[in-house]
């Protein structure tokens, strides 16, 4: 017996050591995996944008494009989505399946766990309640920001613990924080040296919950200044001139190397009512040559976008327009499509990566097939109005935020009884984002953020009900205006010049997950009016599908209880892509909810292919 033992310690010490026998280091202007020279050819792809049962057929997808390593952020707000909560476990949000996923298939893991991410994702990946704690500032050296920080690596730590390569893991890198340079630039109200520490101590927070070495930054070449950290590699994102990475990087880095491109875009980003991005083949493929010629370590951003399934689009601004909403699929023009398709683009670089590459590359997966269905009746129309009777409002004298009502998604239905007819101009200035406005129940006007229009005329009678029903479209997840990410009514609604008074009733409707609805009978809703129209399916065989929600006009949509996203008539998306694998043979069930309702809808179809590029103004 005790013979026995000692073989089983024997047999258990030599797996232990050959777990750990990994190495990855930067030494010498290189990276060298196991003490030889290595050359990063990643793509970024992110598990929280792909349904689980997905993830070996989009990660086998990166190595048939001839890739070594696969880039993921990780959104702290996916896995910690209410203050008590955390979930590192449930479908998508199994971090360590991913992990151990990517190591099974022969690929290396690049690690992007923030805090911030930016990545088009609501509000970059912050849990939206830090905005509504007191004194909490994000991304500088505030001690409630960095004592929330060290809560979430500790969480995080401790589910990837062993899965670093000097455990046996895959993980080769992690970033510290996220482009920070540019929100250094952003941010000159902030001096540089307080910016600079916020960096150092995201760093040593790093090391502290026990993330290992080698560390990089990741900022665009010429704003390293404000991004970088004293000792750890600097990668430069977008960045096509190799003699000016190398300098760039020479002078942040003791004048060496290595050379990283931490994200090199072969597509763009989307938002609604603006065309779709695209980024030609030749362009990629000539780009990627240079970077293969000179051994060049790069990763594709994204090499596989996936989807903003529920309400994981973020947002961004300009001048013109103080919020862009990122459309829900994150097709990204990327070489493998939202829905794990090889594009053009893809077999082009992968057949100019094969040049380059000494053994025959595997053979591209097959993707889930595509099927599609007749049109389906709709079954039920419950008026959103005769639903909000099951809600118990909030009361209040003035409008309050979502954050104030503890919400951080979907709508709020703001309702109040006017005792006095008013006739004129009724004002929002703090409309986030969306709001359609009715008086005893019919809508009379709408106003957008997007489009700037915060006001319109309208005519109310005594004693009427004016509601104000206004969707969140997403924060904004990159740039200074960050910090503004309150959602809701955020001033005094105006009629006139003059403020409405009374007491406000805010009935909260999340909608993260389908409203119970079977007790309610369908009736006649009138055009305006925001409605849920229910349906269902019978299927034999299930496969992805492309829901056609071009005839619509604004909302989500359920299908059999997962929240494919959100829609807009506007374009450039006219398609929701459904998952073959949310999908059961039998009967399926779609609830969808239209805030604008212009058109009484009958059926609900499909397409066998996105529609992502169809701008309607």
Request: include cysteine; hydrophobic fraction near 40%; glycine fraction near 8%.
């Amino acid at each position: 017996m005790r013979k026995l033992f000692y073989i089983i310690i024997f047999i258990t010490s030599c797996l232990t050591g050959y777990a750990q026998s990994h190495s990855f280091e930067i030494k010498n202007g290189r990276f060298l995996l196991d003490n030889k020279i290595f050359t990063i050819r990643a793509g970024e792809m992110h598990y929280a944008r792909i349904p689980k049962a997905y993830w070996k057929q989009r990660l086998l997808m990166l190595k048939a494009m001839g890739l070594n390593t696969v880039s993921t952020y990780v959104f702290w707000n996916y896995h910690h989505s209410t203050p008590a909560s955390w979930d590192f476990t449930t479908d998508n949000h199994d971090i360590r399946g991913f992990l151990s996923l990517a190591k099974e298939l022969g690929l290396y893991v690049i690690l992007r766990p923030g805090p911030y991410v930016c990545a088009e994702w609501e509000f970059g990946g912050f849990p939206w309640w830090l905005s509504s704690v007191k004194g909490l500032e994000i991304r500088t050296n505030n001690k409630a920001f960095l004592d929330s920080c060290k809560i979430y690596f500790q969480q995080l730590s401790t589910q990837i613990k062993g899965m670093h390569i000097s455990e046996g893991g895959p993980v080769i890198l992690t970033q510290v924080e996220n482009e920070f340079g540019s929100y250094a630039v952003q941010r000159k109200d902030i001096p540089l040296a307080t910016h600079l520490q916020y960096m150092q101590s995201i760093k040593s927070m790093l090391d502290a919950t026990g993330f290992k070495p080698p560390f990089y930054t990741a900022d665009g070449r010429t704003l390293f200044a404000g991004g970088h950290v004293q000792g750890v590699l600097p990668a430069a994102n977008g960045e096509d001139n190799i003699d000016s990475l190398k300098a760039s990087v020479n002078k942040f880095n003791g004048g060496n190397g290595p050379y990283f491109i931490g994200e090199f875009y072969p597509g763009w980003l989307d938002h609604w009512a603006e065309p779709f991005e695209k980024v030609s083949t030749a362009k990629v493929v000539a780009q990627t040559e240079k970077y293969l010629k000179d051994s060049i370590s790069f990763s594709f951003y994204m090499a596989h976008g996936g989807t903003n399934f529920a309400y994981t689009a973020g947002a961004n601004y300009t001048r013109e327009h103080p919020i862009q909403p990122d459309i829900t699929s994150y097709d990204y023009d990327a070489p493998v499509s939202e829905a794990g398709w090889a594009t053009d683009k893809y077999i082009a670089i992968r057949n100019l990566m094969q040049q380059y590459m000494k053994e025959p590359l595997p053979a591209i997966p097959n993707h889930e097939k595509t099927i599609t269905i007749n049109p389906v009746a709709v079954d039920k129309t419950i008026d959103l109005f005769e639903w909000k009777k099951s809600i118990r409002p909030v009361l209040a004298e003035k409008p309050l935020s979502f954050e104030e009502l503890h919400q951080g998604y979907g709508y709020v239905l703001y309702s109040i009884k006017m005792d006095k007819a008013a006739e004129g101009v009724l004002k929002i200035n703090g409309l986030r984002d969306f709001a359609t406005i009715y008086v005893n129940g019919k809508r009379v006007a709408e106003l957008d953020y997007y489009f700037n229009r915060m006001q319109a005329t309208i005519s109310i009678p005594q004693n009427a009900t004016l509601d104000i029903l206004v969707e969140n479209m997403g924060r904004i997840n990159y740039g200074a205006k960050i910090t503004e990410s309150l959602k809701g009514i955020l001033s005094p609604v105006f009629i006139n010049e003059a403020p409405v008074k009374g007491v406000w009733h805010m009935y909260k409707m999340p909608l993260e997950t389908p409203p119970k609805l079977s007790n309610y009978a369908s009736k006649i809703v009138a055009t305006g009016s925001p409605v849920f129209y229910t349906a269902s399916f019978s299927l034999t065989e299930t496969g992805d599908m492309f829901m056609n929600m071009q005839y619509w006009g604004k909302g989500i949509v359920f299908v059999n209880g997962h929240h494919l996203g959100r829609f807009w008539n506007v374009g450039p998306q006219q398609t929701l892509y459904v998952p073959g694998c949310w999908l059961k043979k039998g009967r399926n069930e779609i609830i969808v909810f239209d805030q604008l309702n212009d058109t009484i809808q009958q059926y609900l179809s499909f397409k066998d292919h996105p529609v992502l590029d169809s701008l309607h103004k």
